[in-house]
């Protein structure tokens, strides 16, 4: 028998949190023993019966009044809130914390999970976006994985297996481009939601699927990457690559380039993290590489996705500067969802917060929550200017 696994999900009825449990039903080894969700109560009450964790929360305190009736004839206990979040996130029995909430609310739970000695399946890009230097810091001190779960990230971390950091010559980052790839400002003008919406190859959630077709979730991974792997951006390259079959590569100093590729499903490098070092089989994602006769890449453009090249100059700052894009971000998408920015305005307000908002240099935890809540309000503030 392999050896088992003991997960806590944070944010088990998103996109990731899902097919993370559809991993567990796969592989026998993992045992799940808390869930979370910011308010779907109907998922996470089926999930509670199925899977019997210790604990679950949902942000809300009505929603969670509610789950507690709804579940009173389990043993789980329903907590609440960001205090609720953390107790998921440290729950005793597991020995892996999988992060897989939107935004930078995985941030204080992430960190409690560490402090708790819990090693880390990563999905929340946006804790390392805005602490990174938090967060490496922290793992280094109470010697914890952090394993990521991005698919690009993890191909990076895959074709890093047996070979020296310093090494590497560059990170080849994918990327697929979206749904609007090849077309130019004027043609973006009256861009909908729903159009943003239809990813050509990947099923996430809609968030992340909105900022995909700006490549600010791009920007964000350069961000990340950088945290991850201890590489300058400047040695941090994206490539357009529409097929979404080569996840990411690392080239190395003799100009060797190690690839990682595979169907674009989320399975693996969930399964992967949660595995890790073990590759364990799956089925259902196979590639058949006759149905792919041809693999390109493309420059980025970054003038009609400018958004891209603003991440690069929030990264190259350092300090808070990534926390005010990303929060600026998620208020953007937020009302361009509500049909209250046009599409293109979404990296134009994020530039405006940028150059408006104070970059602290060695923000503490509390300074990059201020930061991201400024950043909000600024594009708030921004849109009700018009």
Partial sequence: MDNIHNI?????????????????????????????????????????????PKVACVVSNEKAKELRLKTADTDTVILSGTEGLCDVACVKEADTTLTAVVGISGLIPTINAIKNKKNIALANKETLVCAGHIITELCKEYNVKLIPIDS????????????????????????????????????????????????????????????SSTLVNKGLEVIEAKWLFGVDTKNIKVLIHRQSIIHSMVEYKDNGVIAQLGYPDMKLPIQYAIEYPQRLPMKGNEIDFTKYNTLTFDEPDMQTFHALALAYKAAEEGGSMAAVFNGADEAAVELFMDGKIKYLEISDVIEKAMYNIKNIKEPTVDEIIQTDKAAREYVYNEQLRK
């Fill in 152 to 211: 690009e990230h993890s191909a990076i971390f895959q074709s890093m297996q047996g070979f020296r950091k310093e090494d590497v010559k560059r990170i080849l980052l994918t990327a697929s481009g979206g749904p609007f790839f090849g077309m130019k400002k004027d043609q973006l003008e009256n861009i909908k939601a729903e159009d943003a919406l239809k990813h050509p190859n990947w099923n996430m959630g809609a968030k992340v699927t909105i900022d």
């Fill in 8 to 52: 806590t999900i944070i944010g088990s009825t998103g996109s990731i949190g899902t097919q993370t449990l559809e991993v567990a039903d796969n592989c026998k080894n993992i045992r799940v023993w808390g869930l979370s969700s910011n308010s779907n109560i109907e998922l996470l009450e089926k999930q509670i019966r199925k899977y019997r």
